[in-house]
């Protein structure tokens, strides 16, 4: 790290041997991702919940090269951290989590996951079981019957909101859909 590590007490003597756990965590966070530039912490004493044993909480602060992670873990809902070691660890567990992600944006090794087009049913013919989806762009797709997962088919109504797959390959009615799943109302812009 660039900058020294910064531990704060509050509301509490200053505790060598949570110091040196905290040390310890930034250590296997500096192993995980290199490229630290600074950390503070600050560690807090509770005194409202006597009832209940004094609670922790710990912020950290750490500065990546062109981004900070903020990471607060308070003691209000879990019990668990009324043992200061406790919130150490799951606040340093959630920075890693973020690190973590961090580092999977900078090697655009995230996924995306491609949304599947959407359409309205325009036309259907019940009796024959075909009819005719219109996607966004304005482009008609044949479905059959067989297309339409959950037997939904007899369900479909005019105006519909589909998320369909569907074969480029023109076939005798043009594109073909493989796949149409009913996916409700009010998902797609009204069509002009």
Same mark, same amino acid.
């Given at each position: ?15 060598? !041997?949570?110091?040196? *756990?905290?040390?310890? =965590?930034?250590? #296997? ?6 490229? /630290?530039?600074?950390? %503070? ?61 961090? !580092?999977?944006?900078? *090697?655009?090794?995230? =996924?995306?996951? #491609? ?6 049913? /325009?036309?259907?013919? %019940? ?66």
């Amino acid at each position: 790290m660039e900058k020294p590590l910064d531990i704060t007490f509050r509301h509490m003597d200053p505790s060598p !041997a949570v110091e040196a *756990r905290i040390r310890e =965590k930034l250590d #296997e966070l500096e192993r995980y991702y290199d490229r /630290l530039v600074g950390c %503070r912490v600050v560690v807090e004493q509770d005194h409202r919940h006597h009832q209940k044993g004094n609670l922790f909480r710990i912020r950290l602060d750490i500065t990546l090269p062109g981004k900070t992670i903020a990471i607060d873990r308070k003691g209000t809902k879990n019990q668990a951290h009324q043992d200061v070691y406790v919130t150490v660890h799951d606040a340093f567990a959630a920075a890693k989590r973020k690190i973590e992600d961090h !580092a999977r944006i900078r *090697r655009g090794k995230v =996924k995306s996951h #491609e949304v599947p087009p959407h359409g309205r049913v /325009l036309r259907i013919d %019940r009796d024959e079981g075909f009819g005719f989806i219109e996607l966004v762009d304005g482009r008609e797709i044949y479905i059959h019957r067989n297309s339409v997962v959950n037997g939904e088919f007899d369900g479909l109504e005019i105006g519909g909101e589909v998320r369909i797959a569907f074969d480029e390959k023109e076939g005798e009615q043009g594109p073909q859909a493989t796949t149409v799943q009913v996916i409700g109302k009010h998902h797609l812009p009204p069509t002009s």
